[in-house]
Nanobody, 121 residues
Framework: QVHLVESGGGLVQAGGSLRLSCVAF????????VSWFRQAPGKGREFVGG?????LYADSVKGRFTISRDNAANTVYLQMSSLKPEDTAVYYC?????????????????WGQGTQVTVSA
């Protein structure tokens, strides 16, 4: 497992942007797929996007969110633009011991603590 810490959440108006960061401590995650999930109040955890051999996005964020990775800094970023109120959720980064991105949360064995993103109308 790798210890993950997210940051960058906050309150933003609809149409605005935020960049979330996920830093790995303890070891690198060069050989791990890293994905972002989110969970809104009263809802299940939802796949947002992930980076591994390839980059994959949920249809709901495609064209608005971008994942990038800085292996030297052990950091994965989630750049979010054109934010909507329905993007409001706690955002989590997760890593799995394979480079294939999975959309299934149970296939990830390392999770961060989450960061709140709130988009006002």
């Amino acid at each position: 497992q790798v210890h993950l810490v997210e940051s960058g959440g906050g309150l933003v108006q609809a149409g605005g942007s935020l960049r979330l960061s996920c830093v790995a401590f303890g070891r690198t995650f060069r050989s791990n797929a890293v994905s972002w999930f989110r969970q809104a109040p009263g809802k299940g955890r939802e796949f947002v996007g992930g980076d591994g051999w390839s980059t994959l996005y949920a249809d709901s964020v495609k064209g608005r969110f971008t994942i990038s990775r800085d292996n030297a800094a052990n950091t994965v970023y989630l750049q979010m633009s054109s934010l909507k109120p329905e993007d409001t959720a706690v955002y989590y980064c997760a890593a799995r011991s394979a480079l294939v991105v999975s959309t299934i949360s149970s296939e990830y064995n390392s999770w961060g603590q989450g960061t709140q993103v709130t988009v006002s109308a």
